[in-house]
């Protein structure tokens, strides 16, 4: 992982804003919501770090601790790892250590699941008693190949004379004879954990185990394989924990213990994963009920299978029962038409509110549709607490990332905070992807060093991969947030401002309105009010009012979703709506997020005018378009952007500030907003020195970017047609003269456009804007121009006395008098 910033070690990457770009409040860590999550420091508790003398039964404790804990030389400890943990060590004195911490080696980090860093309990264990007998087995793969008794090589002498403690369920590693073997106790008499002491009998017969049962073990999730919703977390521990391990807590308060838990949120945001984390860590017996696995066809069977479920999670507990899926085996019962349906959902209801009272049993059940379950689940007493795990923020994606890549090689310059930044959208699954899609990534990269069809790998290759930055562009290049799969592609399109000749004030207009509430958002809590949510671009066709969205769309690196008018609309009855609605429902997912309507007229007619339309299909459609844009919660930052070359059929709802505020008249461009059109579109051209771009641009009056673009294809591909028949005719010659046809030593016969190319081209050349069109759009913009106070406008000098002296001059627009007159 990517070290930490220290004083010797300065950041100097650029501080990436993780300020939530969703636009909602940072919450501050230190409320009461997660005190649940605070460690409590207690004397026992110890950091650990790597051993000196590398032995699988020691815990070295430096001098003060021990005396600190009442603890001797040779005393065994019980020592308490995570996830349930724990082990039994001998106590030793190292005076290097610093106090607060313990050396134990790998084996023992690795039975406690711990790492370096973590910390660790101890608690003396006077009543350890010694063995009668332990079974031990290997593992299988340690010992292939291996011949004669394991006893006689590696355990006797591991275990002569030491006096060691065993626990049932670790694993140790013994060198003996040039090899390292594994071993796994598999037993010990009296049960859990002993002492071996001389008369204490070893068994080692059996089946070596299999490394994959063991691994097995090994991936149960903790709380700390979860990132990016701490608040969420410590609601689900005190539902969850405290009812399991203190139910005397909620006794001597009063009050009964909750029952169940609800989590919802979009797909991928670790629900499953976090109740399996809960279960693990706090040892309760974890019961998994998949929705629709209950269900069976003979009548009350599926009743009967949930109260089997219930039944074995009261005999086990405490316990937690988990109801994944939980939208199919509850829908609402006034919805479904199955009879099963509704007896399972009767039958849930009476199994939760029948559950004996504080019988330690927790209900957690995960779904994505917390509305389409029945209501009567959804009260207190059943499933008390619906916690929502929503997207994560910036300071989330960044933890989820440290999860993902910590067993990852990383380069040096990886930025994860960069990476985070930028990942707007991504739940905790997209995140894993996007991980796995750069590590791939840097696998085909060293493609050319692998074989497949050996056996091995060379231990170079394996040593040289690391997972660079540039692997993350390319893996955030092809990955999009899950939320947005199925919506028009949403790419971040690859459109710069410098692509865009021209327009200067409307780049920066653009700016202000779409870039600064993502970059800044501290600037405009500061002044108290929500940034504008949407800007309507109107403008003669071909003056590159898409292209506009694009460049905003990529400069302020937003999720992107392109929505084209017509394709809204279908045949059935509500469905056109319904489209409108989750594109919306999308880009609040994945905010910040830019929906940019293409052709807007198409969608947004004046309402009232369509005759014969199939049931006012249009006009629902921009009732639902102004409803959508008006209760857009100024929590996330969606902005609506809409291109039109005929504003004055839009409806005029549409345009009033709050929905589409800001109307920007894209004009046809002028003579330097031509010349610099052209050279943005030739700028990866070669084009020779003697052609007066100016002179181009100076004849060119009325002529819109795509006329232009025409003339600059147009010359362009008059060049490549001359190349060819240059080459054709130079190969034909070559033939009849009997040379050999060889084209490298030549030089290129055009290397670049000339004059002449441009003259051609010139001669095709047509404006496709005529006259009359332009000065409907000049007319519209005059229009909306003159509908305000416009420039005259000021304040009166020396104050409102001042005004009443000089009868107000130049302020006679809409004076309070003319109030009445505006409806006579």
Known sequence: ?????????????????????????RKDEDDTATAILKKKKKPNQLMVTDAVNDDNSIIALSNNTMDTLQLFRGDTVLVRGKKRKDTVLIVLADDDLDDGSARIN????????????????????????????????????????LTGSLFDVFLAPYFREAYRPVRQGDLFVV????????????????????????????????????RDEEENNLNEVGYDDIGGCRKQMAQIREMVELPLRHPQLFKSIGIKPPRGVLLFGPPGTGKTLMARAVANETGAFFFLINGPEIMSKMAGESESNLRKAFEEAEKNSPAIIFIDEIDSIA?????????????????????????????NVVVMAATNRPNSIDPALRRFGRFDREVDIGVPDPTGRLEILQIHTKNMKLGDDVDLEQIAAETHGYVGSDIAALCSEAAMQQIREKMDLID????????????????????????????????????????????????????????????ESVQYPVDHPEKFLKFGMSPSRGVLFYGPPGTGKTMLAKAVANECAANFISVKGPELLSMWFGESESNIRDIFDKARAAAPCIVFLDELDS??????????DAGGASDRVVNQLLTEMDGMTSKKNVF??????????????????????????????????????????????????????NYIASKTHGFSGADLGFITQRAVKLAIREAISTEIQRTKEREANGEDVDMEGEEDPVPELTKRHFEEAMQMARRSVSDVEIRRYEAFAQQMKNAGPGAYFKFPEGGVEGAAGNGGAGNSFGDAGDDEGLYD
Not at 113 to 140: N, S
């Open 1 to 25: 992982m990517a070290p930490e910033p220290s004083a010797d070690h300065p950041e100097h990457k650029k501080k990436v804003n993780l300020m939530d770009a969703s636009g909602a409040e």
């Open 106 to 145: 790998r084996v023992v980090r690795h039975n406690l699941r711990v790492k370096h860093g973590d910390m660790i309990t101890i608690h003396p264990c006077p009543d350890i008693k010694y063995a009668k007998r332990i079974a031990v087995l290997p593992i299988a793969d340690t010992v292939e190949g």
């Open 175 to 210: 060198r003996g004879g040039m090899r390292a073997v594994e071993f796994k106790v598999v037993e010990v008499d009296p049960p859990e954990y002993g002492i071996v002491a001389q008369d204490t009998v070893i068994h080692c017969e059996g089946e070596p185990i299999q």
């Open 331 to 359: 829908p609402k019962r006034d919805k479904t038409n199955g009879e099963v349906e509704r007896r399972v959902v009767s039958q849930l209801l009476t199994l939760m509110d029948g559950m004996k009272a504080r019988s």
């Open 452 to 511: 497949l069809d050996e056996d091995t790998i060379d231990a170079e290759v394996l040593d040289s991969l690391g997972v660079t930055m540039e692997n993350f562009r390319f893996a955030l290049g092809v990955s999009n947030p899950s939320a947005l799969r199925e919506v028009a592609v949403v790419e971040v399109p690859n459109v710069r401002w410098e692509d865009i000749g021209g327009l200067e004030t409307v780049k920066e207009e653009l700016k």
């Open 603 to 612: 969608i947004a007619k004046a309402r009232g005018g369509s005759v014969g």
């Open 640 to 693: 609506v952007i809409g291109a039109t070359n005929r504003p004055e059929q839009l409806d005029p709802a549409l345009c009033r500030p709050g929905r589409l505020d800001s109307l920007i008249y894209v004009p046809l461009p002028d003579e330097v907003g031509r010349l610099s059109i052209l050279t943005a579109q030739l700028r990866k051209t070669p084009v020779a020195d003697d052609v007066d771009l």
